[in-house]
C-alpha cells in the first residue's frame, strides 16, 4: 500500500474512534474492545471485503460476521464513514425508534447476523461457506472472534467441523487485545501460546499487529493461507487503542460517560493522532 | 406405505432447497446419504455447531433439516436454536430422535420430556408431534415447505389407525364422542386408542383427539371439547410442566372455559429406564391403565 493510502486509512480509522467514543454516553457501549478492533474493521471493508450496498442480495458477495458482538459501534462508525448509515441515526442510540443498540442486529444493511453470546457466529458462518463451496462461489467469509470468547468450547467445536470440511474461504480473525470482560486473558484463562492451538485444529495461521494497516495488507493478501485449510489471523491489539486514559484498564470494558468526559476523550483522540503523525515525520526526516 | 426417509428423499427431489444434516445420528436416514451427494451433511458430534450451521444455511436460502436425539438437539443446543433460528427466525426443521417414552432403556440423560416446552416457548418455533411413521409422512410436506421454523417430534411406529388428511394446525378427529375426549399426542395414540376402545365397550362414550400440532395448536377443538364433553384428559409422554396440560390449561383460562381435566403426564420426575412395554406399564400409561385412570376420574366428578 502506498503512504497516502495508508494515511487515507488511519484518518477513516480515526473518524471511526469518534463515533465510538461519541456512542459512549446516555447509556454508553462497550468502548473498549470497540477501539480494538476499529482498525480491522475499517481495512476489511475498504480494502478486503466485496460487500457493500451495490451487491448485499448477491450470493457471491463476501461476509463479514461479528461474533463478539459487543463491539458493534465499531461497525456503525464504518457503515456512516462508507456512507451506507445515515450519521444522524446514530443519534438514536438506544432509542426505541431505531434498531441501533449493544449488540448487531440484521435491521441495519450491512450486519449479517445478530450476535452477542459469544461462540455463536463460527457455526453460523460454517453453514454459510458450506454453502457457498456447493455453489462453486469463490466469495470469502469472515469472522471477528474476540480472544476471552475462545474460553467458549463452541468455538473449538466449529473449527474441527471446518477443518474437516476444508473450508478455506473461511477466514477466522481474532481481535487479541488481551482482555476478558474485566480481567486479562493470562491472568484468568491462559491462551498462550495461541497460534499452535488453532494449528493442531488443522488450521494456518498468521499473526501480526491488529493497528498495522501494512502489515495487515500485507498478511491478508495471502488468504487463504494454505489449500483447503480455514484461515486464522491472530491479530494483536489494544483494548481502548487510541486513548491512553483507558487504555488496557480493566475497568474500560463498558463506559458510560457523562457529555463533558466525551468531549475531553474526543481531544486526547485527536492530540495522540496528532503526536503519531509528528513522529511519523520526524522518522522520515 | 412410503417411510419418512423416502418421502424426505421425494420432497428433495421437489424442492432443491432443502439439505438434510445431522450431528451423527443417521438412525431415521440411513440410506440418504448415499443417494442425496453434497445436500447431506454430518457434522459429527456436535449438536450447537450443526444447528449453527443450519442457520447459515437457511441465510443461504437453504432449508436445513437436521437430525439428532431429542434431547441432545433440544436442551445441548438450546440456546443456539433460541437466539440463532428463533431470533433468526429462520426455516430450520428439527428433527428430534427417539423423543419421550422412545427412549427406553437409555435413562433419563437421553429423556426428552421437556421438549415441547422448550421449543414452544422460542417465539417463531412450530412444534409437530405426529402420532406414528403414517402420520409424520402425512404432515411432511406441509411441515417443511412452512416458511416456520418447526420442531418434529419424530417416531416411526407402525399405526394403529387409518390417519386423516393432514390440516396445518389441526387436531385430527379419530373419533367423535359426548361424555369424555382424550386429547393425545405422539406415540400415547396407540395407548389412548386403546383405551377408547375398552371405555367404548362399557358404554362411555369417547371422543379422541389425536392433536398432531401442539404450536399453533387446534384451539378450537381444545374449546369444543370442553364445552360438549364432560371430562377432558390430556394424555403426554412429556413432563406436566410446559406440554399439552399446560396448552390447554392456558386456553381454557385465556377463554374463561370451564373444564374438568385429568393430565396424565409426568409429574416433575424422569421416568423409569426399561423396555417401552415395560416402561409403559410401571409409569400408568398402558392402555387399560388409561381407561382406569378415566373411569376413576368418572367416578370422582360423578360424585361431587
Sequence with gaps: ???????????????????????????????????????????????????????????????????????????????????????????????????????????????EFHSGSLG??????????????????????????????????????????????????????????????????????????????????????????GHDFTALDNALQEVPFAEGRPSVLIADTVRGRGLPSIQERADRWFCNFSHEEVNALLEELHGVRQAEIESEALMVR | MKNYENTLLDIMAADERLIVMTAENRAAIRNLPNLVGDRFIDTGITEQTMIGAAAGLALRGRIPVVHALATFLTLRAFEFVRSDV????????????????????????????????????????????????????????????????????????????????????????????????????????????????????EGVSVRLLNMRMLKPIDEDAILRAAAETSLLVTVEDHFLTGGLFSIVSEILVRHRGMADVLPLALVDRWFKPALLPDVLKYEGFTGSQIADSIRESLLITANA
Design chain 2, 86 to 201: 428463533g431470533i433468526g427466525n429462520l426455516p430450520v426443521k428439527l428433527v428430534g430422535g427417539v423423543p419421550g417414552f422412545l427412549s427406553d432403556g437409555n435413562g433419563p440423560t437421553h429423556q426428552a420430556i421437556e421438549d415441547v416446552a422448550l421449543m414452544r416457548g422460542i417465539p417463531p418455533m412450530h412444534v409437530f408431534c405426529p402420532a406414528d411413521e403414517a402420520d409424520l409422512v402425512l404432515g411432511l410436506p406441509q411441515v417443511l415447505s412452512s416458511s416456520a421454523p418447526v420442531y418434529i417430534r419424530h417416531n416411526a411406529l407402525k399405526p394403529v389407525i387409518d390417519h386423516t388428511d393432514f390440516e396445518y394446525g389441526r387436531a385430527e378427529w379419530v373419533t367423535e364422542g359426548r361424555d369424555v375426549t382424550i386429547l393425545v399426542y405422539g406415540m400415547l395414540l396407540a395407548q389412548a386408542w386403546e383405551a377408547r376402545n375398552l371405555l367404548e365397550a
Design chain 1, 120 to 209: 455463536h457466529l463460527p457455526a453460523v458462518a460454517i453453514g454459510v461457506a458450506l454453502d457457498c463451496k456447493r455453489r462453486g462461489l469463490a466469495n470469502r467469509i469472515v469472522v471477528i472472534t474476540g480472544d476471552g470468547e475462545l474460553n467458549e468450547g463452541s468455538v473449538w467445536e466449529a473449527l474441527l467441523v471446518a477443518q474437516a470440511y476444508k473450508l478455506d474461504n473461511l477466514l477466522f480473525i481474532i481481535d487479541r487485545n488481551h482482555f476478558q470482560a474485566n480481567i486479562r486473558t493470562e491472568e484468568l484463562i491462559p491462551l498462550e501460546p495461541l497460534a499452535p492451538k488453532f494449528e493442531a485444529f488443522g488450521c494456518t495461521t498468521r499473526r501480526v499487529s
Design chain 1, 1 to 111: 500500500m502506498h503512504k497516502e493510502e495508508i494515511i487515507e486509512l488511519e484518518e477513516m480509522a480515526l473518524r471511526v474512534r469518534e463515533h465510538i467514543v461519541r456512542l459512549s454516553t446516555d447509556g454508553g457501549c462497550f468502548t473498549g474492545a470497540s477501539l480494538s478492533c476499529a482498525d480491522l474493521v475499517v481495512y476489511l471493508y475498504t480494502r478486503f471485503l466485496n460487500v457493500g450496498p451495490h451487491n448485499f442480495d448477491a450470493p457471491d458477495r463476501d461476509y463479514l460476521f461479528l461474533s463478539k458482538g459487543h463491539d458493534v459501534p465499531a461497525l456503525y462508525g464504518t457503515f456512516v464513514e462508507l456512507g451506507w448509515l445515515a450519521a444522524e441515526r446514530l443519534r438514536n442510540h438506544l432509542k426505541t425508534n431505531d434498531s441501533i443498540y449493544w449488540h448487531p442486529n440484521r435491521a441495519i444493511p450491512g450486519i
